[in-house]
């Protein structure tokens, strides 16, 4: 007998083990429709691939297009808000389509090349080191707020400009954007307060680097405004998008990948034989593993038959990461925990034309952020009995991570 699907994405099992949850429904119904919600769930790999290579069918101007009220419910009064997040986030150029999609994103494609993400491999090593001496002279860490989150900021603050004494202020004002995945009633005011409140920031940063562009990222973005592309609000906006997008997911990414590792000695060791040759196939097993994000929302630009069922013109969809990357048509004991695992194509960074911009930044941190561990580390104790997660469907991160060593 099967047992039913919940529709309760927030509930206490789903945040916690979202695996053993899409893994059931990957299995018995792939392409599920949550009534909860008004929202299709695409669970497998290759479903998903073909979703995003069919960005014709599959809308990413959400924001701008999405009928309905927001998933879940928000506070009745609090939909005046909505519909100010709603022409904030419909600026991010992730959130158009082509060929506008194509044009915004050409303006930051050549500063995110492999040869210039390369260059930013000393100064990621060098920050690494000081967190880690920071942390062995004080005994014990916080992988998450020690460790994970200072090094992705301070790269992202560096190569957008910002001054590093603005980094902990600007980590405060990103973590209230992280409310729009959520689930509570009233994530409006947090969000909107955010958002409002980096526009302040920025706003003034961006007219001077119009007038006097530097070679930084968000010299780079505003000169999308001067050739005609974006306009001054876009600009503002997509800096607030690399912002949260260049550090959100890579703190993820350490701090889920440092958990994978401490739950599977027997890869630690393995990987502590050989850091620097192990660090980027064990980089892109924690990717796949317990990927950053969890899923990605489109919209039915037309109908469309997906396995016998007819996704509608204008219906919500969310393609889930989580499911695609356990899909055992696609890898074999996907439960388990593998740094030498090859083929490893997941999709953690997506597919097709919007797969990820920075992910050969987000890998490199990674892989240094691992490797820097494995050097200098022999073991290590979670200092907590419950690890929890953020509430949240958009990305996979935990609370709070306390670590000590042997």
Known sequence: ???????????????????????????????????????????????????????????????????????????????????????????????????????????????????????????????????????????????????????????????????????????????KLLFIGRGEVDRMKPLTEGIQELQEYLGPIVGERIANPGDDLLSVLASGETAGIYSRDEVVANAILLLLAGHETTINLICNGTKAFIDHPDQWRLFKQDPAGLMKSATEECLRYDSPVKSIQRIAAEDVEMRGKVLKKDERIRWFITGANRDPEKFPEPERFDINRYPNLHVAFGSGIHHCLGATLARLEGQEAFRALAERFDSFNIETDQVTYQPSLAFRSIKSLPVTWN
């Open 1 to 175: 007998m099967t047992t039913a699907i919940s529709d309760d994405l927030f509930s206490a099992e789903v945040v916690q083990d979202p695996y053993g949850y899409f893994d059931h429904v990957r299995e018995t119904d792939p392409v599920h429709w949550n009534e909860n919600y008004e929202l299709w769930l695409i669970t497998r790999y290759d479903d998903l691939v073909w979703l995003t290579r069919h960005p014709e069918l599959f809308s990413s101007a959400v924001f701008a297009n999405d009928p309905r009220d927001p998933y879940p419910s928000i506070n009745e009064s609090d939909l005046g808000l909505y519909d100010y997040v709603k022409a904030f986030f419909a600026d991010w150029f992730i959130q158009k389509d082509r060929p506008v999609h194509a044009d915004m994103r050409k303006v930051l494609h050549g500063y995110f090349n492999p040869k210039a993400m390369e260059l930013w491999r000393p100064m990621v090593i060098d920050a690494l080191k000081l967190l880690l001496d920071e942390a062995e002279e004080k005994g014990s860490m916080d992988v998450m707020a020690d460790f994970a989150t200072p090094l992705p900021l301070l790269v992202i603050a560096q190569m957008l400009g910002m001054p590093n004494q603005d980094r902990q202020f600007i980590r405060e004002l990103a973590e």
